[in-house]
């Protein structure tokens, strides 16, 4: 049984198609380390959650990138969310002429066991920070390793990105969670999508597809 680590009932909702009954949440709200990259955040959450659950884990931290505002809210989006609300995001943004965003999210396994070390993974946001309209390769998940080091040993954390480009709009729709109603895509909105629908094309859908296919073959 896989644990995925998190608070947010959506995001396991959103996991469920990918992973079915072999998912379980497990509601631990790991201590967020202060970085500018949802890597980091990740890999430090998949390492504290895997040292209190009992077997393998995934941390999903994920955020709002809104070109006008150089990324803002980014790995800041849930204390924005709580603060200043979707409601008021909207409304800043809404004076904006470029009102360009993107959702990404990166998730980090950790199961014990070893993995070739990688880049630091600062260096996978820094590219997306803008939410720039990205080629097709690049929306969709990639794929990182990082060694973390837990007290001399060294406790591997396995990462996949996945990123998703859209518009800040006046909120719509009732469905998905979070930002979802005033991020739009194609036209919708993912407030306005069936949890099918916004995995097909979402930056969760993408990392979870390239999570599964890892995990099915390990
Ligand atoms: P956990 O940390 O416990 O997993 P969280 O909701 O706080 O839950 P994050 O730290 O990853 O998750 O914060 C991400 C923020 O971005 C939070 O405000 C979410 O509502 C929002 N968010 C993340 N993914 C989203 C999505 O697919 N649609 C809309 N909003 C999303």
């Known amino acids: 049984m896989l644990n995925f680590v998190t608070t947010n009932p959506g995001k396991v909702r959103e996991a469920t198609e990918y992973l079915d009954d072999e998912i379980r949440q497990f509601d631990f709200d790991y201590p967020e380390v202060q970085a500018d990259d949802l890597g980091t955040v990740a890999a430090e959450g998949a390492r504290a959650a895997y040292r209190a659950a009992d077997g393998p884990v995934i941390v999903d931290d ?90 001399g040993e060294t406790v591997p954390v396995k990462l996949f990105e996945g990123r998703v480009p859209g518009e800040i709009v006046a909120p719509r729709g009732e469905g998905g969670f979070g930002f979802d109603p005033i991020f739009e895509h194609d036209g919708t909105t993912f407030a306005e999508m069936s949890t099918e629908e916004k995995n097909a094309i979402s930056h969760r859908g993408r990392a979870l597809a390239k999570f599964a296919e890892w995990y099915g073959e390990r």
């Open 62 to 151: 994920a955020g709002l990138f809104i070109d006008a505002f150089d990324g803002f809210p980014g790995p800041y989006s849930s204390y924005v969310e709580d603060t200043v609300g979707v409601e008021r995001v909207w409304r800043m943004t809404e004076p904006e002429a470029d009102r360009a965003a993107a959702f990404k999210t990166v998730i980090a396994y950790c199961d014990g066991d070893g993995f070739e070390a990688t880049p630091d993974p600062g260096g996978i946001d820094r590219e997306d920070r803008r939410g720039q309209d990205l080629s097709a390769d690049d929306r969709g998940a990639a794929t990182t390793d990082e060694q973390v080091h837990d007290g």
